[in-house]
């Protein structure tokens, strides 16, 4: 099974920070790889799939980058709302497999 | 418009069964990519069980062998068939449905205990 590795597990920073998480692959993904953000109590949120595409009626402050093994989500300019945990997935074999998550807190 | 609606999790003993489903409208579940992915308490997302567009399965290592994913072409339904629960089974299932070129969509989560 392929393994991702998120970096780093959480993270604090100020509105209107520039706030990068990092996703790493144990083997080559090309770009099948997916990002969500997930509130308490609440189902996960599509922000990007195929490794940079911003999904429907998600802000675009939200961006996504990578290929192959090394992979990255920014968040542009941090907002209260964006307190949440964000997963990376990815999905070039079976079974898919996520990252452990990265908590954001906002300052 | 794209929805998801998981159903059938509840309170289970140790060992019992439960059948989830996740009734999907605005697309087609049988030329979808669909998976079930569980969130125990306190604990990250775990991809449970995927079905693909053509039929082929494929199961986390945790279930394999106790858990089936099927599904219904005429209700457009996925289920999830859960034989010899155990504690560690506890969790929110959500259905999701895979897209490489239009994204992610995912039901709101049906929870499922597994206590004596």
């Known amino acids: 099974d392929i393994q991702m590795t998120q970096s780093p597990s959480s993270l604090s920073a100020s509105v209107g920070d520039r706030v990068t998480i990092t996703c790493r692959a144990s083997?080559?993904?090309?770009?099948?790889l997916a990002w969500f953000q997930q509130k308490p109590g609440k189902a996960p949120k599509s922000l990007i799939y195929?490794?940079?595409s911003l999904q429907g009626g998600v802000p675009s402050k939200f961006s996504g980058s990578g290929s192959g093994t090394e992979f990255t989500l920014t968040i542009s300019s941090l907002q209260p709302e964006d307190s949440a945990t964000y997963y990376c997935?990815?999905?070039?074999?079976?079974?898919?497999?996520f990252g452990q998550g990265t908590k954001v807190e906002i300052k | 418009e794209v929805q998801l609606v998981e159903s059938g999790g509840g309170l289970i003993q140790p060992g019992g069964s439960l059948r989830l489903s996740c009734a999907a409208s605005?697309?087609?579940?049988?030329?979808?990519?669909m998976s079930w992915v569980r969130q125990a308490p306190g604990k990250g997302l775990e991809g449970v069980s995927f079905?693909?567009?053509?039929?082929?399965?494929s199961y986390a290592d945790s279930v394999r062998g106790r858990f089936t994913i099927s599904r219904d072409n005429s209700k457009n339904t996925l289920y999830l068939q859960m034989n010899s629960l155990r504690a560690d089974d506890t969790a929110l299932y959500f259905c999701?449905?895979?897209?490489?070129?239009?994204?992610?969509?995912w039901g709101q989560g049906t929870l499922v205990t597994v206590s004596s």
């Open positions: 079905i693909s567009g053509g039929g082929d399965t």
């Open positions: 083997q080559g993904i090309s770009d099948h």
């Open positions: 999701a449905r895979e897209s490489h070129y239009s994204g992610w969509n």
């Open positions: 605005g697309f087609t579940v049988s030329n979808n990519y």
């Open positions: 195929a490794a940079s």
């Open positions: 997935q990815h999905y070039a074999s079976s079974p898919r497999t």
